[in-house]
T-cell receptor, first 115, second 116 residues
Framework: EDKVVQSPLSLVVHEGDTVTLNCSYE??????LLWYKQEKKAPTFLFML????IEKKSGRLSSILDKKELFSILNITATQTGDSAIYLC???????????????FGQGTILTVHP | DTGVSQDPRHKITKRGQNVTFRCDPI?????LYWYRQTLGQGPEFLTY????????KSRLLSDRFSAERPKGSFSTLEIQRTEQGDSAMYLC??????????????FGPGTRLLVL
């Protein structure tokens, strides 16, 4: 059974700090890894990673995938109170040679940024 | 608003009652997914449609749960004889097919169900 484990489960920082969120996975026929941000509503898409070693960046957020070691990290620099949310990692696996996009999610990391 | 929409946003029901939720995906998306999320957990996959065909059902989806997507557009998820353990956020997501490596799923706002 596919498995995704995130760490830490929760993190409290002050504005301006840099944080690193971890995601490790075990999946048969890996296809992609996705990061989502969830506030008090639906998850919103951040990044999709398919290749090892290529950093994806969007403003203060960046992410990288290591397919050999089966993990990904999400970095947030110069954190702001608006970054407070649950950060979800999910993996997508191929199914019978074609991918239909079923995502297996981790438990999430609850990030709290204090002013 | 051209995103995924869900209705209702909140539902409170008594144990034993039936409930039905609706999801309207992004219009050009042919794939639709239902997930369930309980407090402190990530979303768990329930079922998947490609157009009107239901191609995958999780074992989490007991025989009290049924989902349909009759015309390949909106979808409904029905829970019969609700139990307190059904209390959760029910999320719908949609994506397009045909990309070489993975598809981005876009989520709706969810329906929060409370069974008393």
């Amino acid at each position: 059974e596919d498995k995704v484990v995130q760490s830490p489960l929760s993190l409290v920082v002050h504005e301006g700090d840099t944080v690193t969120l971890n995601c490790s996975y075990e999946v048969t026929n890996f296809r992609s890894l996705l990061w989502y941000k969830q506030e008090k509503k639906a998850p919103t898409f951040l990044f999709m990673l398919t290749s090892s070693g290529i950093e994806k960046k969007s403003g203060r957020l960046s992410s990288i995938l290591d397919k050999k070691e089966l993990f990904s990290i999400l970095n947030i620099t110069a954190t702001q109170t608006g970054d407070s949310a649950i950060y979800l990692c999910a993996v997508e696996a191929n199914a019978g040679g074609t991918s239909y996009g079923k995502l297996t999610f981790g438990q999430g990391t609850i990030l709290t940024v204090h002013p | 608003d051209t995103g995924v929409s869900q209705d209702p946003r909140h539902k409170i029901t008594k144990r034993g009652q039936n409930v039905t939720f609706r999801c309207d995906p992004i219009s050009e998306h042919n794939r639709l997914y239902w997930y369930r999320q309980t407090l402190g957990q990530g979303p768990e996959f329930l079922t998947y449609f490609q157009n009107e065909a239901q191609l995958e059902k999780s074992r989490l989806l007991s025989d009290r749960f049924s989902a349909e997507r009759p015309k390949g557009s909106f979808s409904t998820l029905e829970i019969q004889r609700t139990e307190q353990g059904d209390s959760a956020m029910y999320l719908c997501a949609s994506s397009s097919s045909g990309r070489a490596a993975g598809e981005t799923q876009y989520f709706g706002p969810g329906t929060r169900l409370l069974v008393l």
